[in-house]
């Protein structure tokens, strides 16, 4: 997906309102964060953007590999095709399957986590079928329900995988600090970092000085995309003219908003021949 750097979208709405982004105060870049974030969130429902959408095979545990499980954990073995539940403590030696310290499952709660180890992590689901559904017409569609612990198919479905369509969870650029080089972060504490004027997310607890440029293996970009970069521009545009008492040019950014939101999704409609209509999708 193509992407902007985030200062771009936070320089562009402090100059449309005459502050130079070099000398704002903390307090009106933290607002300026705030705007962008909740209007980020506002675009990503506004439609089911394809750039936000997955199809891939998942199963109902996360996959075995060889490595220690406790008493009770359940995995899906890939060698084998099966679901099996550790009856004692194991190491990468004790194989399912072939070591008596896993039990095959023949009748387990068949749902995908939302969350599961290597997978991306899943939003609003939007179909679910046998196969693959771009590659193979005879791909049936699988009644699913959404609960506490995931995305649950019927007990009676004789698969042990899944084709999910989903949408990613929502992309948050609500950062909590500006990045001190006297400061520690925990992790998931998200950052702007002003010397390269994009937002991260703490990935492992930092020490003091450590920063997204040196320790890179600490820091994830939240990459901010392209097509939506106009919109969340206008958007935030709107809200902070709303907070320095400007209404009559809040309310002309606020339809700028919807306008650049519409053209969107007339380019993925009208121009690309997608189809889909705007919508709010709750998350689970």
């Given amino acids: 997906m193509r992407t902007v750097a985030y200062k771009s979208i936070l320089a562009g709405v402090l100059r449309s309102v005459g502050q130079d982004p070099a000398t704002a105060s903390t307090e009106r870049l933290a607002q300026c964060g705030e705007f962008i974030a909740d209007r980020f969130t506002d675009a990503f429902e ?33 060698a084998g095709d099966g679901y099996y539940v550790a009856n004692a403590t194991t190491t990468g030696a004790d194989v399912p399957g072939t070591s008596p310290l896993w039990d095959e499952l023949s009748d387990y709660h068949k749902y995908v986590p939302y969350e599961q180890l290597g997978k991306t992590a899943i939003g609003a689901v939007l179909g679910c079928h046998s196969k693959d559904p771009r590659v193979f017409s005879t791909a049936l569609r699988v009644g699913f329900s959404i609960g506490p612990l995931g995305v649950t198919v019927p007990p009676s479905t004789a698969l042990t995988s899944i084709w999910l369509t989903y949408r990613t ?14 400061a520690t972060y ?14 991260y997310t703490v990935g492992i607890a930092t020490t003091a000085g450590e920063d997204p440029e040196d ?10 995309p392209h097509f939506l970069a106009r919109a969340v521009k206008a958007g935030a545009r709107a809200d902070l003219l709303g907070a320095m008492g400007q209404e009559e040019k809040e309310a002309a950014r606020e ?4 306008d650049l939101l519409e053209e969107q999704v007339f380019q993925i409609t009208k ?6 209509t705007p919508t709010i999708i709750i998350q689970p």
């Fill in 271 to 276: 121009i690309q021949g997608q189809t889909g």
């Fill in 215 to 224: 320790t890179p293996a600490k820091f994830t970009l939240v990459a901010f």
């Fill in 46 to 78: 506004y439609y089911r953007w394809p750039h936000y959408l997955i199809t891939e095979q998942r199963f109902f545990r996360d996959t075995w590999t060889a490595s220690a499980f406790s008493t009770g954990d359940e995995v899906y073995y890939a």
């Fill in 255 to 258: 339809a700028e908003f919807r």
């Fill in 169 to 182: 969870r929502n992309v948050s650029f609500a950062w909590d600090f500006i990045w001190s080089a006297t």
């Fill in 186 to 199: 925990a992790p998931d504490d998200v950052i702007y970092y002003a010397a390269t004027g994009e937002v």
